[in-house]
Protein backbone atom coordinates (compact mmCIF):
# COMPACT_ATOMS: atom_id res chain seq x y z
CA UNK A 1 0.00 0.00 0.00
CA UNK A 2 1.15 3.36 -1.15
CA UNK A 3 0.14 6.79 -0.41
CA UNK A 4 1.34 10.27 -0.38
CA UNK A 5 0.38 11.57 2.82
CA UNK A 6 -0.54 10.22 6.20
CA UNK A 7 -3.29 11.74 8.79
CA UNK A 8 -2.64 11.41 11.43
CA UNK A 9 -5.90 13.19 14.15
CA UNK A 10 -5.52 11.28 17.71
CA UNK A 11 -7.48 13.24 20.20
CA UNK A 12 -9.80 16.17 20.77
CA UNK A 13 -9.40 18.98 22.92
CA UNK A 14 -12.40 21.35 24.07
CA UNK A 15 -12.50 24.92 22.76
CA UNK A 16 -13.92 26.56 25.86
CA UNK A 17 -10.97 29.29 26.83
CA UNK A 18 -12.04 33.07 26.80
CA UNK A 19 -15.88 32.26 27.24
CA UNK A 20 -15.83 33.45 30.82
CA UNK A 21 -17.46 30.61 31.67
CA UNK A 22 -15.81 31.15 35.49
CA UNK A 23 -17.25 34.54 35.96
CA UNK A 24 -20.65 33.11 34.82
CA UNK A 25 -20.25 30.24 37.61
CA UNK A 26 -19.50 27.55 35.25
CA UNK A 27 -17.46 24.77 36.22
CA UNK A 28 -15.07 23.50 33.67
CA UNK A 29 -12.34 21.48 34.49
CA UNK A 30 -9.53 20.32 32.12
CA UNK A 31 -11.68 22.70 29.59
CA UNK A 32 -14.57 20.75 29.79
CA UNK A 33 -17.67 22.11 31.51
CA UNK A 34 -19.57 19.75 34.24
CA UNK A 35 -22.82 19.12 33.56
CA UNK A 36 -25.45 17.14 35.46
CA UNK A 37 -27.51 14.87 33.47
CA UNK A 38 -29.96 17.17 32.07
CA UNK A 39 -27.15 19.09 30.52
CA UNK A 40 -27.19 22.05 33.23
CA UNK A 41 -24.65 23.71 34.64
CA UNK A 42 -22.98 24.95 38.06
CA UNK A 43 -25.43 27.82 36.72
CA UNK A 44 -28.93 27.27 36.71
CA UNK A 45 -29.74 29.44 33.89
CA UNK A 46 -26.67 27.79 31.48
CA UNK A 47 -26.91 24.14 29.84
CA UNK A 48 -23.77 22.95 28.03
CA UNK A 49 -23.89 19.73 25.27
CA UNK A 50 -21.91 18.62 22.86
CA UNK A 51 -18.09 17.96 22.82
CA UNK A 52 -17.72 20.60 25.15
CA UNK A 53 -18.85 18.17 27.79
CA UNK A 54 -16.91 15.86 27.23
CA UNK A 55 -18.76 12.57 27.69
CA UNK A 56 -18.97 10.66 24.10
CA UNK A 57 -17.79 13.62 21.89
CA UNK A 58 -20.42 12.31 18.09
CA UNK A 59 -22.65 14.42 16.10
CA UNK A 60 -25.31 12.44 16.92
CA UNK A 61 -24.41 12.47 20.94
CA UNK A 62 -24.89 16.07 21.07
CA UNK A 63 -28.29 16.78 19.02
CA UNK A 64 -29.36 14.15 21.39
CA UNK A 65 -28.10 15.93 24.69
CA UNK A 66 -29.70 19.02 23.19
CA UNK A 67 -33.26 17.46 23.20
CA UNK A 68 -32.51 16.78 27.10
CA UNK A 69 -31.22 19.98 27.38
CA UNK A 70 -34.37 21.76 25.63
CA UNK A 71 -36.84 19.16 27.67
CA UNK A 72 -35.52 20.44 31.07
CA UNK A 73 -35.26 23.70 30.17
CA UNK A 74 -39.10 23.71 29.45
CA UNK A 75 -39.70 22.04 32.63
CA UNK A 76 -40.90 18.61 31.24
CA UNK A 77 -38.44 16.21 33.33
CA UNK A 78 -36.85 14.47 30.79
CA UNK A 79 -34.82 11.22 31.15
CA UNK A 80 -31.24 11.05 31.21
CA UNK A 81 -29.10 9.75 28.07
CA UNK A 82 -27.66 6.19 28.67
CA UNK A 83 -24.43 6.45 26.41
CA UNK A 84 -24.37 2.79 26.62
CA UNK A 85 -27.18 2.93 24.44
CA UNK A 86 -25.85 5.82 21.84
CA UNK A 87 -23.99 4.29 18.73
CA UNK A 88 -20.27 4.39 17.61
CA UNK A 89 -19.55 4.93 13.86
CA UNK A 90 -16.54 4.76 12.24
CA UNK A 91 -16.58 6.04 8.35
CA UNK A 92 -14.46 3.79 6.93
CA UNK A 93 -13.20 0.67 5.01
CA UNK A 94 -14.71 -1.75 6.05
CA UNK A 95 -16.67 0.80 8.07
CA UNK A 96 -17.12 -0.41 11.83
CA UNK A 97 -19.92 0.79 14.30
CA UNK A 98 -21.22 -0.70 17.95
CA UNK A 99 -23.82 0.17 20.55
CA UNK A 100 -24.03 -1.27 23.75
CA UNK A 101 -21.04 -2.84 25.65
CA UNK A 102 -18.28 -4.78 24.45
CA UNK A 103 -17.86 -8.45 25.92
CA UNK A 104 -14.88 -7.32 27.99
CA UNK A 105 -16.92 -4.07 29.52
CA UNK A 106 -19.92 -6.55 30.10
CA UNK A 107 -18.10 -9.28 32.17
CA UNK A 108 -16.33 -6.22 33.65
CA UNK A 109 -19.80 -5.31 35.30
CA UNK A 110 -20.45 -8.95 36.47
CA UNK A 111 -22.75 -9.98 33.74
CA UNK A 112 -22.14 -13.86 32.56
CA UNK A 113 -22.23 -13.66 28.60
CA UNK A 114 -22.61 -15.44 25.50
CA UNK A 115 -21.55 -14.11 22.49
CA UNK A 116 -22.49 -15.46 18.57
CA UNK A 117 -21.24 -13.83 15.21
CA UNK A 118 -21.36 -14.63 11.67
CA UNK A 119 -19.30 -13.18 9.14
CA UNK A 120 -20.93 -11.31 6.31
CA UNK A 121 -19.54 -13.62 3.56
CA UNK A 122 -22.36 -15.96 5.04
CA UNK A 123 -24.76 -12.87 3.67
CA UNK A 124 -26.38 -13.58 0.02
CA UNK A 125 -26.33 -9.84 -0.94
CA UNK A 126 -23.13 -8.82 0.39
CA UNK A 127 -21.43 -11.83 -1.79
CA UNK A 128 -24.00 -10.89 -4.70
CA UNK A 129 -22.35 -7.00 -4.19
CA UNK A 130 -18.81 -8.61 -4.06
CA UNK A 131 -18.11 -7.07 -0.61
CA UNK A 132 -18.07 -9.71 1.98
CA UNK A 133 -15.43 -8.20 4.40
CA UNK A 134 -16.10 -8.28 8.39
CA UNK A 135 -18.66 -9.91 10.66
CA UNK A 136 -21.66 -9.05 13.27
CA UNK A 137 -20.77 -10.02 16.95
CA UNK A 138 -23.38 -9.86 19.71
CA UNK A 139 -23.10 -10.01 23.44
CA UNK A 140 -26.06 -11.59 25.43
CA UNK A 141 -26.95 -12.06 29.00
CA UNK A 142 -26.74 -15.65 29.82
CA UNK A 143 -29.01 -16.34 31.90
CA UNK A 144 -32.29 -13.56 30.62
CA UNK A 145 -30.64 -14.10 26.92
CA UNK A 146 -30.87 -9.65 27.42
CA UNK A 147 -28.83 -8.38 24.53
CA UNK A 148 -26.16 -6.06 25.96
CA UNK A 149 -24.17 -4.93 23.02
CA UNK A 150 -24.00 -5.11 18.98
CA UNK A 151 -20.82 -4.54 17.00
CA UNK A 152 -20.62 -4.28 12.93
CA UNK A 153 -17.26 -4.68 10.93
CA UNK A 154 -18.58 -4.73 7.26
CA UNK A 155 -20.50 -3.31 4.10
CA UNK A 156 -22.95 -0.25 5.61
CA UNK A 157 -22.30 -1.15 9.32
CA UNK A 158 -22.85 2.60 10.44
CA UNK A 159 -26.66 1.47 8.75
CA UNK A 160 -27.15 -0.85 10.22
CA UNK A 161 -26.67 -1.04 14.11
CA UNK A 162 -29.56 1.99 13.92
CA UNK A 163 -31.46 -1.84 14.50
CA UNK A 164 -29.31 -3.30 16.75
CA UNK A 165 -30.06 -0.05 19.12
CA UNK A 166 -33.36 0.00 18.91
CA UNK A 167 -33.25 -3.28 20.56
CA UNK A 168 -31.12 -2.51 23.21
CA UNK A 169 -33.29 0.61 24.01
CA UNK A 170 -36.32 -1.91 23.85
CA UNK A 171 -34.49 -4.46 26.09
CA UNK A 172 -34.89 -7.15 22.89
CA UNK A 173 -33.52 -10.76 23.63
CA UNK A 174 -31.29 -12.34 21.26
CA UNK A 175 -34.48 -14.92 20.71
CA UNK A 176 -36.32 -11.30 19.50
CA UNK A 177 -33.97 -10.73 16.90
CA UNK A 178 -33.82 -14.00 16.00
CA UNK A 179 -37.44 -14.88 15.23
CA UNK A 180 -37.84 -11.25 13.67
CA UNK A 181 -38.22 -12.04 9.87
CA UNK A 182 -35.80 -9.53 7.64
CA UNK A 183 -36.42 -9.61 4.23
CA UNK A 184 -33.91 -11.52 1.82
CA UNK A 185 -31.64 -10.82 0.66
CA UNK A 186 -30.52 -7.81 2.79
CA UNK A 187 -27.46 -7.13 4.58
CA UNK A 188 -30.00 -6.91 7.81
CA UNK A 189 -29.56 -10.53 7.72
CA UNK A 190 -26.67 -10.32 9.37
CA UNK A 191 -28.13 -9.19 12.43
CA UNK A 192 -30.60 -11.77 12.51
CA UNK A 193 -28.51 -14.69 11.84
CA UNK A 194 -25.55 -13.62 14.49
CA UNK A 195 -28.52 -13.18 17.35
CA UNK A 196 -30.04 -17.21 15.79
CA UNK A 197 -26.62 -19.03 17.13
CA UNK A 198 -26.81 -16.97 20.52
CA UNK A 199 -30.39 -17.94 21.12
CA UNK A 200 -29.82 -21.53 20.65
CA UNK A 201 -26.78 -21.62 23.19
CA UNK A 202 -28.72 -19.44 25.53
CA UNK A 203 -31.67 -22.00 24.84
CA UNK A 204 -29.14 -24.71 25.33
CA UNK A 205 -27.57 -23.19 29.01
CA UNK A 206 -31.09 -23.25 30.42
CA UNK A 207 -32.50 -26.33 29.75
CA UNK A 208 -28.77 -27.81 31.25
CA UNK A 209 -30.24 -25.69 34.48
CA UNK A 210 -33.73 -27.39 34.03
CA UNK A 211 -32.71 -30.66 34.29
CA UNK A 212 -30.58 -30.19 37.23
CA UNK A 213 -33.32 -28.71 39.20
CA UNK A 214 -35.28 -31.65 37.91
CA UNK A 215 -32.88 -33.94 38.92
CA UNK A 216 -32.82 -32.63 42.47
CA UNK A 217 -35.89 -32.38 42.93
CA UNK A 218 -36.52 -35.99 41.59
CA UNK A 219 -33.80 -37.05 44.21
CA UNK A 220 -35.52 -34.92 46.66
CA UNK A 221 -38.88 -36.51 46.69
CA UNK A 222 -37.82 -40.01 47.70
CA UNK A 223 -37.23 -38.13 51.59
CA UNK A 224 -41.00 -37.26 51.09
CA UNK A 225 -43.78 -39.12 52.58
CA UNK A 226 -46.26 -39.84 49.33
CA UNK A 227 -49.04 -37.18 49.51
CA UNK A 228 -47.00 -34.17 51.77
CA UNK A 229 -46.18 -32.22 48.94
CA UNK A 230 -46.00 -31.42 44.90
CA UNK A 231 -43.85 -32.22 42.37
CA UNK A 232 -43.76 -30.64 38.90
CA UNK A 233 -44.34 -33.32 35.90
CA UNK A 234 -43.48 -32.19 32.79
CA UNK A 235 -45.73 -33.88 29.85
CA UNK A 236 -46.08 -32.84 26.01
CA UNK A 237 -48.62 -30.67 25.70
CA UNK A 238 -49.42 -29.69 29.36
CA UNK A 239 -47.75 -28.60 32.47
CA UNK A 240 -49.51 -30.10 35.57
CA UNK A 241 -48.75 -30.88 39.08
CA UNK A 242 -48.76 -34.43 40.40
CA UNK A 243 -47.91 -36.56 43.63
CA UNK A 244 -44.73 -36.52 45.47
CA UNK A 245 -42.87 -39.88 44.39
CA UNK A 246 -44.41 -40.63 41.34
CA UNK A 247 -40.96 -39.78 38.43
CA UNK A 248 -39.68 -36.98 36.95
CA UNK A 249 -37.63 -37.98 33.77
CA UNK A 250 -35.22 -35.13 33.08
CA UNK A 251 -35.62 -35.25 29.19
CA UNK A 252 -39.26 -33.86 30.17
CA UNK A 253 -37.45 -30.68 31.18
CA UNK A 254 -36.19 -30.21 27.44
CA UNK A 255 -39.53 -31.16 25.94
CA UNK A 256 -41.42 -28.26 27.28
CA UNK A 257 -38.48 -26.10 27.06
CA UNK A 258 -38.89 -27.14 22.66
CA UNK A 259 -42.83 -26.83 22.64
CA UNK A 260 -43.09 -23.88 24.85
CA UNK A 261 -45.40 -24.64 26.94
CA UNK A 262 -44.46 -22.94 30.11
CA UNK A 263 -46.92 -20.63 30.02
CA UNK A 264 -44.63 -17.97 31.55
CA UNK A 265 -42.54 -20.00 33.48
CA UNK A 266 -39.54 -19.32 31.37
CA UNK A 267 -36.89 -16.30 30.66
CA UNK A 268 -37.06 -15.41 26.99
CA UNK A 269 -34.78 -18.12 25.87
CA UNK A 270 -35.15 -20.85 28.16
CA UNK A 271 -36.67 -23.16 30.85
CA UNK A 272 -37.04 -21.68 34.31
CA UNK A 273 -38.71 -24.08 36.49
CA UNK A 274 -40.04 -24.03 40.21
CA UNK A 275 -42.28 -26.19 41.64
CA UNK A 276 -44.50 -23.43 43.43
CA UNK A 277 -44.81 -20.74 39.94
CA UNK A 278 -48.27 -20.34 39.25
CA UNK A 279 -50.22 -23.14 40.39
CA UNK A 280 -50.49 -24.96 37.22
Known amino acids: FEAE ?12 EDLGLEEAGVVVERGYVRTDEVMRTANPDIYAIGDVVGRLPLAHTASAEGMVAVDSILGRSPAPLDYDLIPRATYCHPEAASVGLTEAKAKEKGYSVATSQVMFRAIGK ?13 VAEEGSGKLLGVHIIGPHATELIAE ?19 AHPTLAEVVMQAAQPAAQLLAHLRVQRAERFVEQQHLGLHRQRAGQGDALALAPGQLRRVAVGQPVQLHQAQQLMHLGLDRGLRGPLGTRLHPQAEGH
Not at 5 to 16: D, E, H, N
Not at 129 to 137: P, Y
Open 164 to 182: AGIALRLGATARDVARSVH
Open 126 to 138: AVASGDVEGLCKL
Open 5 to 16: KLLVAVGRRPLS
